[in-house]
């Protein structure tokens, strides 16, 4: 694992109930999907975790995931990303390597874009906050390109909120009947494993551009009564 690391503040502490799972420092609790720890096209900088397409070449690239899995969560964090670039924050991921060959197999994807530049952005559910490829963000309160985006994902027994920039952007229902319609009328109706895993590891996406993240953060709900989810996306 080669990681860049310069000096910078540390970060704040987190709120209540939530725990950092990107220390800032280094990237433990991560490695590149399929293998045992984190390429060199990943670079830990300032704080943020930032993927850089000139240092991945020779198999350095790859999706990263997290050591762990979740089931029910509230993920924050924040994006950017420069010109024209692509990625995603891809969640329930299964990493059964016998099986699926990538994150994108199994996991759901929040869109990471610049809507602009990007040829993606041309297309209905491939834009920034999207639910990709299943459901259109309701509204699209994302920052400019260099700027950072802030992203409340939660997932509650099912329930999935999506956030940016303190603006719902998504809201659904996961396994359901509608749901799964949505996966049928989808590029994924004749994917196997594609959102069947009510737990799975959260993964970040190298689309070959520059795109970096902070704040990485997690709370989860592993003891809670089934309700019938999140609240105004907490």
């Not at 297309?123 to 920034?128: D, V, Y």
């Not at 802030?150 to 303190?166: A, E, P, R, S």
Request: aromatic share 12%; proline share 3%.
């Amino acid at each position: 694992m080669i990681v860049v690391q310069t000096a910078s503040a540390q970060q704040d502490a987190p709120p209540k109930g939530f725990k950092y799972i990107f220390d800032g420092k280094s990237a433990t609790g991560w490695h590149t999907y399929g293998k045992k720890t984190v390429s060199s096209g990943w670079k830990v900088e300032n704080n943020e975790l930032h993927f850089d397409p000139s240092a991945a070449q020779n198999g350095q690239g790859g999706d990263i995931v997290t050591d762990a899995e979740y089931e029910n969560f509230h993920l924050k964090l924040e994006w950017k990303v420069a010109p024209n670039a692509n990625s995603g924050i891809i969640f329930y991921v299964n990493e059964d390597l016998t099986k699926f060959k990538n994150t994108y197999d199994t996991g759901v994807e929040m869109q990471v874009l610049d809507n602009d530049g990007h040829p993606d952005g041309k297309i209905e559910k491939h834009r920034a906050g999207d639910l990709y490829d299943l459901i259109k963000s309701s509204s699209e309160p994302v920052k400019a390109v260099g700027e950072w985006n802030n992203v409340d994902i939660v997932c509650k027994f099912g329930k999935l909120t999506m956030m940016l920039n303190g603006v719902k952007v998504v809201e659904t229902v996961l396994w359901d009947a509608n749901f799964n319609n949505l996966v049928a009328g989808s590029k994924f109706a004749s994917w196997a494993g594609f959102a069947k895993f009510k737990k799975g590891k959260i993964a970040l996406q190298d689309h070959g551009d520059k795109v970096w993240f902070r704040n990485i953060m997690i709370k989860e709900w592993n003891t809670m009564k089934i309700t019938t989810g999140c609240e105004a996306g907490m």
